[in-house]
């Protein structure tokens, strides 16, 4: 059984089962359970209290659905928010709090979190609920949410948050739908065997029956339903902030990537977008560039079709046998019109083998898979409509029109300085040109546009002042630079190189000179920046100390570290990824290392590389624009 496990102040060990199935308190002696079926816990940072949720019961309700497009909190369970001060009984805060979907300060004197009420989703806060006869204490109301995001600023406790949009769905305002409902445009056909029969024969949809007209029509309604999905994935809203004590609206056109998060205390960055610059769709005109790109997917049986190209080279497109071939298996919607029983049940050696085939269609997810890309490809075609912003508590500062430029963004609030990171000319000129293309919706042609221009861009570091609120011109810093890391003592750090496919790395750079490369994750520990870099193949890596202008060798292949008050470091490196077993090792400040154990398989306390971090547990992630 695995175990999350935690060495307290007051001498006793917490631990949390695998899966949640519960917190337990051991003294030394004995395991007091505490809560059963837990979802998210909470230690302050004093160590003298925790929050926690609990389930009723244990259950896997709401795996994300990402075919029907579920929001964050359909894949929450509904729970009880307790208080513990590992003294008294545990107190009950609220009820039916969306797991999902809870955020506080490291001492717990701040809580926010959203309850399920009445069909909608409202955010509520706590305060000082750690305090001596706070068990009257009242959560308070902030706002509804719907379907929405909670951000807390764990510097200042305030909360940005991003409520639904109910006054229109982002489908509307980007698409004319000009395609009727399917009872409105065409009739229901009749078709014999002997039609099947012919159609199966030459494997093109029968004419002069109606049926064609009914599955172009059909295909219309599959694309309209999947567009309006997609769409409903994204989070579209206003984006405001909560002070703690009221709350301002900081942008009402705000389009944030499902799923994402941001760090504590960095500022949020975010797309918004011009409805008046928005170049509504016909939804007619979307499904001809549906059609070319569905043309791609099918397996035509015909080997005429699958060969057959025009005097340029590019591959005709037979609207007629595409449709039979896309409808033909009796599993499809028009199954009924198009399969014919050509001898293939004598195949089937059991019932429940021929039930499978009989039900199943070739492009059951064709539909969706073309589509995902739906929203990046209207980013890249309409790039003009939407832009970027950074705001820092209530206030907002608009960075540039065009939002694909911009690929990070740090403030540094004790010297009213903004940094951010953004395309060169050359790629700039590229997005620009790739807006103003006539490329089809969902079409390879933007996809190998889109890859080129990732492939061959370079960024630039950039820095301008605030003042008083504004934002001054932007002075060029430095080139080739891929990320910021953050300002420490005085000093701006940040990463030139591509990141690798699998994990972020880089070389870290200061005022233009090398400091590490191979650089995979930036820590700071007690006011001490420690660097994870040179990443190997079994999770290990090499741990430096940033000492001045230098770095300082810990540890070569670590697998897991600990930092002490004094600045010592234990660590288990020739980790074993076979047994999941290391040598555990202590490196003290002067460079002294000295063996403690072998065969250890983790620190209690310890953190492990950024490698094992999932988008969940990464903290330095921003909201962010594609």
């Given at each position: 059984?695995?175990?999350?496990?935690?060495?307290?102040?007051?001498?006793?060990?917490?631990?949390?089962?695998?899966?949640?199935?519960?917190?337990?308190?051991?003294?030394?002696?004995?395991?007091?359970?505490?809560?059963?079926?837990?979802?998210?816990?909470?230690?302050?940072?004093?160590?003298?209290?925790?929050?926690?949720?609990?389930?009723?019961?244990?259950?896997?309700?709401?795996?994300?659905?990402?075919?029907?497009?579920?929001?964050?909190?359909?894949?929450?369970?509904?729970?009880?928010?307790?208080?513990?001060?590992?003294?008294?009984?545990?107190?009950?805060?609220?009820?039916?709090?969306?797991?999902?979907?809870?955020?506080?300060?490291?001492?717990?004197?701040?809580?926010?979190?959203?309850?399920?009420?009445?069909?909608?989703?409202?955010?509520?806060?706590?305060?000082?609920?750690?305090?001596?006869?706070?068990?009257?204490?009242?959560?308070?109301?902030?706002?509804?949410?719907?379907r929405g995001l909670i951000l807390m600023n764990k510097k200042t406790e305030g909360l940005y948050y991003l409520s639904e949009n109910k006054e229109s769905s982002l489908y509307d305002l980007i698409i004319e739908d000009d395609i009727p409902d399917?009872?409105?445009?065409?009739?229901?056909?009749?078709?014999?065997?002997?039609?099947?029969?012919?159609?199966?024969?030459?494997?093109?949809?029968?004419?002069?029956?109606?049926?064609?007209?009914?599955?172009?029509?059909?295909?219309?309604?599959?694309?309209?339903?999947?567009?309006?999905?997609?769409?409903?994935?994204?989070?579209?809203?206003?984006?405001?902030?909560?002070?703690?004590?009221?709350?301002?609206?900081?942008?009402?056109?705000?389009?944030?990537?499902?799923?994402?998060?941001?760090?504590?205390?960095?500022?949020?960055?975010?797309?918004?977008?011009?409805?008046?610059?928005?170049?509504?769709?016909?939804?007619?005109?979307?499904?001809?560039?549906?059609?070319?790109?569905?043309?791609?997917?099918?397996?035509?049986?015909?080997?005429?079709?699958?060969?057959?190209?025009?005097?340029?080279?590019?591959?005709?497109?037979?609207?007629?046998?595409?449709?039979?071939?896309?409808?033909?298996?009796?599993?499809?919607?028009?199954?009924?019109?198009?399969?014919?029983?050509?001898?293939?049940?004598?195949?089937?050696?059991?019932?429940?083998?021929?039930?499978?085939?009989?039900?199943?269609?070739?492009?059951?997810?064709?539909?969706?898979?073309?589509?995902?890309?739906?929203?990046?490809?209207?980013?890249?075609?309409?790039?003009?409509?939407?832009?970027?912003?950074?705001?820092?508590?209530?206030?907002?500062?608009?960075?540039?029109?065009?939002?694909?430029?911009?690929?990070?963004?740090?403030?540094?609030?004790?010297?009213?300085?903004?940094?951010?990171?953004?395309?060169?000319?050359?790629?700039?000129?590229?997005?620009?040109?790739?807006?103003?293309?006539?490329?089809?919706y969902f079409s390879s042609e933007i996809d190998k546009a889109v890859a080129d221009i990732y492939r061959s861009r370079d960024c630039e570091l950039y820095k301008a002042d605030l003042k008083d609120g504004k934002l001054e011109s932007f002075e060029?810093?430095?080139?080739?630079?891929?990320?910021?890391?953050?300002?420490?003592?005085?000093?701006?750090?940040?990463?030139?190189?591509?990141?690798?496919?699998?994990?972020?790395?880089?070389?870290?750079?200061?005022?233009?000179?090398?400091?590490?490369?191979?650089?995979?994750?930036?820590?700071?520990?007690?006011?001490?920046?420690?660097?994870?870099?040179?990443?190997?193949?079994?999770?290990?890596?090499?741990?430096?100390?940033?000492?001045?202008?230098?770095?300082?060798?810990?540890?070569?292949?670590?697998?897991?570290?600990?930092?002490?008050?004094?600045?010592?470091?234990?660590?288990?490196?020739?980790?074993?990824?076979?047994?999941?077993?290391?040598?555990?090792?202590?490196?003290?400040?002067?460079?002294?290392?000295?063996?403690?154990?072998?065969?250890?398989?983790?620190?209690?306390?310890?953190?492990?590389?950024?490698?094992?971090?999932?988008?969940?547990?990464?903290?330095?992630?921003?909201?962010?624009?594609?």
């Amino acid at each position: 059984m695995n175990l999350n496990i935690s060495l307290i102040k007051n001498g006793k060990v917490l631990y949390v089962t695998e899966l949640g199935l519960g917190i337990y308190i051991w003294d030394g002696e004995n395991s007091k359970n505490i809560a059963e079926y837990t979802d998210f816990y909470s230690l302050s940072e004093d160590e003298g209290s925790m929050i926690y949720l609990a389930k009723k019961h244990y259950s896997f309700r709401g795996a994300f659905d990402f075919k029907n497009g579920l929001s964050e909190y359909d894949r929450g369970e509904r729970c009880t928010l307790y208080l513990y001060n590992f003294k008294d009984e545990p107190y009950e805060i609220d009820n039916d709090v969306v797991s999902v979907s809870i955020t506080c300060s490291k001492d717990l004197s701040s809580i926010y979190y959203v309850k399920e009420e009445n069909d909608t989703y409202n955010i509520y806060y706590i305060n000082d609920i750690t305090k001596p006869d706070s068990e009257n204490k009242k959560p308070v109301f902030i706002a509804e949410l719907g379907r929405g995001l909670i951000l807390m600023n764990k510097k200042t406790e305030g909360l940005y948050y991003l409520s639904e949009n109910k006054e229109s769905s982002l489908y509307d305002l980007i698409i004319e739908d000009d395609i009727p409902d399917m009872t409105e445009e065409v009739s229901v056909p009749e078709i014999s065997e002997e039609d099947k029969a012919l159609m199966f024969k030459d494997k093109s949809v029968i004419k002069d029956k109606g049926l064609k007209e009914y599955a172009l029509q059909q295909m219309k309604m599959e694309l309209k339903e999947k567009l309006k999905k997609i769409t409903a994935k994204e989070y579209f809203g206003t984006l405001s902030y909560y002070d703690k004590n009221s709350s301002k609206t900081l942008s009402t056109d705000v389009l944030v990537a499902s799923r994402a998060s941001i760090s504590s205390d960095e500022p949020v960055s975010f797309t918004y977008f011009d409805k008046d610059k928005i170049e509504k769709i016909k939804l007619s005109s979307l499904f001809e560039d549906y059609i070319y790109k569905l043309d791609e997917y099918i397996k035509y049986s015909d080997d005429e079709i699958s060969n057959n190209t025009d005097q340029s080279g590019e591959k005709k497109l037979n609207l007629d046998k595409l449709i039979y071939e896309y409808y033909k298996d009796k599993g499809s919607p028009l199954g009924e019109y198009f399969y014919v029983d050509n001898g293939d049940s004598d195949k089937f050696k059991s019932k429940l083998e021929a039930d499978f085939y009989l039900k199943y269609w070739d492009y059951d997810l064709t539909s969706e898979i073309i589509v995902e890309d739906f929203m990046r490809d209207i980013l890249w075609k309409q790039n003009q409509a939407f832009a970027v912003a950074a705001v820092l508590e209530d206030k907002v500062y608009r960075l540039e029109e065009g939002g694909h430029n911009i690929s990070d963004i740090y403030i540094d609030e004790e010297d009213n300085n903004i940094y951010i990171v953004k395309n060169d000319k050359e790629t700039e000129d590229k997005i620009k040109s790739l807006s103003e293309g006539s490329y089809k919706y969902f079409s390879s042609e933007i996809d190998k546009a889109v890859a080129d221009i990732y492939r061959s861009r370079d960024c630039e570091l950039y820095k301008a002042d605030l003042k008083d609120g504004k934002l001054e011109s932007f002075e060029l810093l430095d080139s080739g630079v891929s990320r910021i890391y953050g300002i420490y003592n005085k000093k701006l750090y940040y990463v030139k190189g591509n990141d690798n496919i699998f994990f972020s790395i880089g070389t870290l750079y200061c005022d233009k000179r090398e400091i590490k490369s191979e650089c995979v994750a930036w820590r700071i520990i007690n006011g001490t920046v420690y660097l994870e870099t040179d990443p190997k193949s079994n999770y290990t890596y090499d741990l430096y100390k940033l000492n001045g202008d230098d770095i300082e060798k810990i540890g070569s292949e670590v697998y897991e570290f600990k930092i002490f008050d004094d600045g010592s470091v234990a660590y288990i490196d020739n980790y074993n990824r076979d047994t999941g077993m290391g040598t555990l090792e202590s490196w003290t400040d002067n460079g002294n290392k000295e063996p403690l154990d072998k065969d250890v398989i983790n620190i209690v306390g310890g953190m492990r590389s950024s490698l094992h971090l999932t988008s969940e547990d990464e903290e330095n992630v921003y909201i962010k624009f594609r």
